[in-house]
């Protein structure tokens, strides 16, 4: 399995970015696909998942409201459409996956990095 994220960049807070991470190398109907992003000094913190078959999607409560995580299945791509950035937001953003009965996450994307300027 592999994925691929892109889309970060520097933006101004309020501002919005859309990440997007393209999956490869199974099948993933079983699976679930998240996000999770890492800021300097910090511990790597949950931000969202997608079930791949049905679409069901979780939040953590510091982005709720603000990010939305969506999936194309025909591309095999899952997207981050972050809105209201804050500057607190500024981290490395990493992609995930999982089969839906696993309890840990067994394959990550190598991260893309948003910057949010106040």
């Known amino acids: 399995v592999q994925l691929q994220a892109s889309g970060g960049g520097l933006v101004q807070a309020g501002g919005s970015l859309r990440l997007s991470c393209a999956a490869s190398?199974?099948?993933?109907?079983?699976?679930?696909m998240g996000w999770f992003r890492q800021a300097p000094g910090k511990e790597r913190e949950f931000i969202t998942t997608?079930?791949?078959?049905?679409?069901?999607?979780y939040y953590a409560d510091s982005v709720k409201g603000r990010f939305t995580i969506s999936r194309d299945n025909a591309k095999n791509t899952v997207y981050l459409q972050m809105n209201n950035l804050k500057p607190e937001d500024t981290a490395v953003y990493y992609c995930t996956t999982k089969s839906s009965r696993a309890s840990n996450w067994r394959y990550w994307g190598q991260g893309t990095l948003v910057t949010v300027s106040s």
């Open positions: 997608i079930t791949w078959n049905l679409g069901s999607t």
């Open positions: 190398g199974r099948t993933f109907s079983n699976y679930v």
